[in-house]
């Protein structure tokens, strides 16, 4: 009977999850399995995947057919690997120790890769989030500007009560400027009424000899 390593489909719409399984080649993808070996979601990151190491490697041994997803699972897990160092080890290229130390050494690395990626994906999620809070903090301070913004009143408004002060206060200034020269104006008469009286006080020493030609005169009257 010719066998297959297949997945079986179960989950729900959109969130698949399968089960790795022995199969009879002839039977329905979703149908009846000789035996499961494992699982395998796809929906975390990285994919999660749990198989029976020893039973999936004696099933391909034995010649069961994995399938293209399921060789790539299986290649993945070494089990693949494993059944070419163990086809060296029957040639007898290799020894079953050098076989051993070389699968060790291939676990190791893939072990480092898959911390190196689970790393990189926490990193790269840890940035992510950063940057959604520094997103988060603009879109917050932005609201609180607009919202700033819409109870001040225009800067417009502002702009236009400045000359009116200015225009106010220049009158003012002019005013006191203009008071000076009306004060000296009105004293200006002054200093010529004064300058002017000078002549009347002269006149009248003036008159004074007209009073002296009289005294003859009366004496002139008397001597009759």
Same mark, same amino acid.
């Given at each position: 009977?010719?066998? #297959?390593? /297949?997945?079986? /489909?179960?989950?729900?719409? @959109? #969130?698949? !999850? ?29 994919? +999660? ?7 999936? =490697? ?10 293209? +997803? ?7 897990? @070494? ?13 007898? $290229? =290799? ?7 070389? !699968?060790? %050494?291939? =676990?190791?690395? #893939?072990? @480092?890769?898959? +911390?190196?990626?689970?790393?990189? =994906? ?12 520094? $997103? ?19 800067? %417009?408004?502002?702009?236009? %009560?400045?000359? *009116?002060? %200015? ?14 020269? *009306?004060?000296? *104006? ?6 010529? $009424?004064?300058?002017?009286? *000078? ?11 007209? $009073? ?13």
């Amino acid at each position: 009977m010719a066998t #297959k390593i /297949r997945l079986q /489909r179960h989950g729900k719409k @959109g #969130k698949p !999850f399968y089960y790795i399984v022995v199969a009879d080649a002839r039977a329905p993808r979703d149908g009846r399995f000789i035996e499961r070996l494992g699982s395998y979601n796809p929906n975390t990151n990285p994919a +999660t995947i749990d198989i029976n190491f020893d039973k999936t =490697l004696n099933w391909v041994n034995d010649g069961a057919q994995p399938t293209d +997803t399921c060789r790539a699972i299986l290649a993945y897990k @070494g089990v693949m690997y494993k059944k070419h160092l163990q086809g060296g080890v029957k040639k007898g $290229a =290799l020894t079953e120790d050098q076989a051993a130390a070389k !699968f060790a %050494e291939w =676990l190791d690395q #893939k072990d @480092g890769k898959i +911390t190196g990626k689970k790393s990189d =994906l926490n990193t790269a999620k840890d940035t992510a989030r950063k940057a959604a809070l520094v $997103a988060e903090a603009k879109k917050k301070e932005d609201k609180a500007a607009a919202i700033a913004a819409k109870y001040t009143p225009p800067a %417009e408004e502002v702009e236009e %009560e400045a000359p *009116v002060a %200015e225009v106010e206060e220049t009158p003012t200034a002019e005013a006191e400027v203009e008071e000076v020269p *009306v004060a000296e *104006v009105e004293e200006t008469p002054t200093a010529e $009424a004064e300058v002017e009286e *000078v002549p009347v006080a002269e006149a009248a020493t003036e008159e004074a000899p007209a $009073a002296e030609t009289e005294v003859p005169a009366a004496k002139a009257d008397s001597a009759e």
